[in-house]
């Protein structure tokens, strides 16, 4: 049984930081260079990895940076063969031990990481996110578990998930094992953004599979593609982008040609988003993911033609302070308003998407103190719950925030 997180109501005031980076080779498996400004715990080995939330100095709550590229081969006999233990992992879906922290990998590579899990739920890297993971790369790993499988996160309920990456193979070994994809398997009230997989996804009969996650239910998934091949048994349930979509996803691709899948999502259970499905050659042109609102200048990189989207070193954090007041509910025609503090002149772009179609967008300049106030009329013939997308910009720096509110 799923158990989805609820969000409190704003305002929230949060600390954000974000990354600018430098050119890099737009092949998506070139190496990262790594940056100074992540204020954390040093990840300097795989077994210092593994004892995030074993040990009592390592707490699920912690943040997190790894210093240096990782090599994980090592991981393919641990544990009687079972490979790395994902961290936060529980023989049952125990949300309140799942990994709330920050896990920042810098830019940073974990390589040929084995997962080969046997009996619990959730597997990846982490079990069960619920805090964030940002600027990481795994490269050439192994997973596999018999329940919600992904590359960073089995289960992403209430996380984000930002500018990472995932290849090698995800697989789930269980039928019924319910949602498994490149990034995460079963995704919630979360966000995964600027992140892509090349991974291949294999599942039994009765599973959802996607290239990015089999299942979002509720969550945001913005400015993301995928190009694995995407493999099930007969009944199971396959897209080239998600298995299962009831969820937002906006300027997101997947390559119809390597995925060998005619269709972004196995079953669309809303029409609140849209995955373009592209040729192998046109996953290499700039144009398509330009025109889709996709920051060629500070997150992503590519050599036109060459190339598939390929993700920018982050280098030394900029800090936006960003406060956000927003109406948890109001009423269908009513008005909602939004107020944005942050920092003085920051350009800030809004999207509103309603729960059944449509929406607004508008953008805007906070003022010198560093408010930027709008307000609309919400769409009569709405009901549910609408999804309110921030981009918030100082100078190349650049965050995403995301709000939800219902509409009664």
């Not at 003022?367 to 981009?391: E, F, P």
Request: charged share 10%.
């Amino acid at each position: 049984m799923k158990v989805s997180s609820v969000r409190t109501s704003l305002p929230i005031a949060v600390l954000v930081v974000v990354a600018a980076g430098a050119a890099l080779s737009p092949q998506p498996s070139a190496v990262y260079a790594a940056s100074s400004g992540c204020k954390g715990t040093a990840i300097t080995s795989v077994g210092q990895l593994q004892n995030i939330g074993v040990k009592s100095t390592l707490p699920l709550t912690g943040t997190y940076c790894l210093t240096v590229d990782l090599n994980a081969s090592a991981t393919a006999t641990w544990n009687g063969h079972s490979g790395f233990l994902p961290i936060a992992g529980n023989d049952y879906l125990h949300f309140e031990r799942g990994f709330s922290g920050t896990l920042d990998g810098q830019g940073h590579v974990i390589r040929n990481l084995t997962i080969a899990n046997s009996k619990t739920y959730g597997t990846g890297l982490i079990a069960v996110l619920q805090g964030t993971v940002r600027n990481l790369r795994l490269v050439n790993v192994h997973i596999s578990g018999p329940y919600d499988v992904g590359g960073i996160a089995g289960d992403e309920i209430g996380g984000t998930i930002q500018t990472s990456s995932v290849t090698g193979i995800i697989a789930a070994t269980r039928a019924n094992g319910d949602s498994v994809g490149g990034v995460a398997g079963y995704v919630t009230n979360s966000t995964i953004g600027n992140s892509f997989s090349t991974a291949q996804v294999t599942i039994p009969t009765n599973t959802w599979a996607g290239g990015i996650a089999g299942y979002n239910i509720g969550g945001l998934i913005e400015d993301s593609y995928s190009t694995g091949r995407i493999r099930g048994a007969k009944g199971a349930v396959l897209g080239g982008f998600l298995g299962r979509e009831d969820g937002p996803v906006t300027g997101s691709f997947w390559d119809v040609s390597t995925s060998k899948r005619a269709h972004g999502a196995g079953r669309m259970l809303c029409q609140c988003g849209t995955i373009r499905g592209l040729s192998d050659s046109q996953m290499r042109e700039e144009s398509i993911f330009s025109s889709a609102g996709w920051n060629f200048t500070s997150v992503w990189s590519i050599v036109n033609g060459k190339g598939y989207p390929a993700l920018r070193a982050p280098t030394t954090a900029v800090t936006i302070p960003v406060i956000v007041a927003l109406s948890a509910q109001v009423a269908r025609g009513s008005t909602q308003a939004i107020q944005v503090t942050t920092t003085p002149n920051a350009q800030i772009t809004m999207q509103v998407i309603y729960p059944q179609s449509g929406g607004i967008t508008t953008s805007g300049t906070a003022n010198a103190q560093g408010i930027w106030q709008y307000s609309w009329t919400v769409d009569a013939s709405s009901a549910g719950t609408a999804t309110v997308k921030l981009t918030v910009q100082v100078g190349g720096a650049i965050r995403h925030f995301t709000k939800k509110f219902a509409i009664t």
